[in-house]
């Protein structure tokens, strides 16, 4: 992939990791940290990226061929999370289910998974394989059925996971505030039983 940059500051690319292959002098490359959490988790690019900035030739790498979308003013692109290489950095995006009108329940059934969606105007290169690596730490080129992975288990494990603690943390708030109750109450009973004079009731 060689993308041009013509010095403008609209024309900066944002690079994902392992992308960056080389550049001309005039361009300068520097670590940028993503601002939304959600976008760098579930969008598979990753907390940092790249930056590439100036005037000059920009050479970047993929997994199998490399498609160019332009995008107008207002136009929608969505792009399977993993398969980004490049994007415009002035350029928003949003991660979420790839089947939005049938919910997570037609997003799993169709194998789309989470998807990217970006809105123009800018430029998007987007890789044709989705690099997934094995368990001894190498990649292979050969995408998984379901396109799935990780991040849609996290989206409804954590939910779970979160409510469940809260749960937890709440019985167990209850619990002391009624044994802190009842120590006051004894307290209060026995020891204003023992304070007064013998005899009286």
Not at 33 to 62: E, H, I, M, P, W
Not at 143 to 149: A, E, P, Y
């Amino acid at each position: 992939l060689l993308h041009t940059l013509e010095g403008r500051r609209e024309d900066d690319i944002l690079l994902t990791g392992g992308a960056y292959v080389a550049s001309d002098n005039g361009v300068q490359v520097t670590t940028e940290l993503q601002s939304r959490f959600g976008n760098s988790v579930l969008s598979g690019t990753g907390f940092f990226l790249l930056r590439a900035s100036g005037r000059g030739c920009l050479a970047c790498a993929a997994y199998g061929s490399v498609h160019k979308y332009i995008l107008r003013a207002g136009e929608t692109r969505a792009v399977d999370n993993g398969h980004l290489v490049a994007w415009t950095a002035s350029m928003s995006y949003t991660v979420g289910l790839g089947g939005r009108r049938g919910g997570f329940i037609s997003s799993v059934s169709s194998g789309e998974g989470l998807m990217c969606f970006f809105q123009g105007p800018g430029v998007i290169f987007v890789q044709s394989h989705k690099p997934n690596v094995n368990p001894d730490g190498t990649t292979s080129n050969r995408r998984t059925s379901s396109g799935l992975g990780l991040a849609p288990c996290l989206m409804v494990c954590l939910p779970i996971f979160g409510f469940i603690f809260f749960v937890i943390v709440f019985i167990v708030m209850q619990s002391l505030k009624s044994d802190a109750s009842d120590d006051i109450y004894e307290s209060i009973h026995y020891g204003g039983r023992q304070n007064r004079p013998y005899g009286e009731m």
